[in-house]
Nanobody, 129 residues
Framework: QVQVVESGGGLVQAGESLRLSCTVS????????IGWFRQAPGKEREGVSCIGWSAGDTYYADSVKGRFTAWVDNAKKTLFLQMNSLKSEDTAMYYC??????????????????????WGQGTRVTVSS
């Protein structure tokens, strides 16, 4: 049984940093993709970042490139998201999602939420301006 647990959200001021963590337990192999998604009030869910471990690929949404960095501790099956230079528009509920496949891209898509099987409960990030 795969479980996804996020942590690290909070309230910060614009320009500050936060680090989110996502631990996935129950995976049966190193073929997995773990992604971060976010949903702001009144907006659609959007993909933020994804790492495909065995494929060795990493993707970021254009809106966070250069500010966010993701990496995986494979031994702990934990994904980290370092968020720097936070902006008010980064305010959202952040969700971690995982799927048992080698890379992030599937059928030409990277951030299609329907292609991720396991989801966490989310952690809230609020950036005040």
């Amino acid at each position: 049984q795969v479980q996804v647990v996020e942590s690290g959200g909070g309230l910060v001021q614009a320009g500050e940093s936060l680090r989110l963590s996502c631990t996935v337990s129950g995976l049966t192999s190193d073929d997995y993709a773990i992604g971060w998604f976010r949903q702001a009030p009144g907006k659609e869910r959007e993909g933020v970042s994804c790492i495909g471990w065995s494929a060795g690929d990493t993707y970021y949404a254009d809106s966070v490139k250069g500010r966010f960095t993701a990496w995986v501790d494979n031994a702990k099956k934990t994904l980290f998201l370092q968020m720097n230079s936070l902006k008010s528009e980064d305010t959202a509920m952040y969700y971690c999602a995982a799927d048992e496949r080698p890379g992030c891209r599937l059928g030409g898509s990277t951030f299609n939420g329907d292609q991720y099987t396991y989801w966490g409960q989310g952690t809230r990030v609020t950036v005040s301006s």
